[in-house]
């Protein structure tokens, strides 16, 4: 199955470098010159993560998850950067969760960050009520860019809503 197209969003001021996104991470996605997203990085791939200037890494996934690594904290720290964990539980997203989630991008509105999952389902559907409810962006572009990763159903569609 081909690999969708990445979000196409205005660049910002950042300058990420001349280092080319590293898409080859699990359903990479720029959302623009300060934000990135992805399935679960690996230890060698935070490394080129690292190398964009991504200060900060906040993860949605669980710890306990079989792809998680064993410690994120201590291997993101190996890189110079901050980890962050807001862990959502996938059957169960909560409003708290989003809050979380919004307080923490509020606060890192100047650094380039990394924010990512297990697959980039949760952190694409957060993405989604954040671009729709904060930033305004225009609800049928922000519903096309979720889709282009997964189809939200069940307790997801839910929390979109």
């Known amino acids: ?39 679960q990085p690996t230890e060698a791939q935070l490394a080129d993560v690292a190398a964009l200037g991504v200060r900060h890494v906040v993860n949605l996934g669980l710890h306990s998850h079989p792809k998680a690594l064993p410690d994120e904290a201590a291997s993101v720290a190996t890189y110079g950067m901050a980890y962050i964990h ?36 949760r952190v694409s559907a957060f993405f989604y009520r954040y671009r729709r409810d904060v930033l305004g962006v225009d609800e049928g572009q922000a519903r096309a860019d979720l889709e282009a990763l997964w189809q939200p159903d069940g307790v997801w569609a839910a929390f979109i809503a």
């Open 1 to 39: 199955m081909p690999r969708p197209a990445a979000i196409d969003l205005p660049r910002g001021e950042c300058d990420t470098g001349a280092m080319a996104d590293p898409d080859f991470i699990y359903n990479w996605r720029r959302l623009d010159a300060r934000i990135t997203t992805s399935g």
């Open 86 to 121: 807001i862990p959502v539980d996938f059957a169960n997203p909560t409003q708290a969760d989003f809050d979380r989630f919004r307080s923490v991008l509020e606060g890192l509105k100047d650094v380039p960050v990394h924010v990512h999952c297990i697959a980039n389902y």
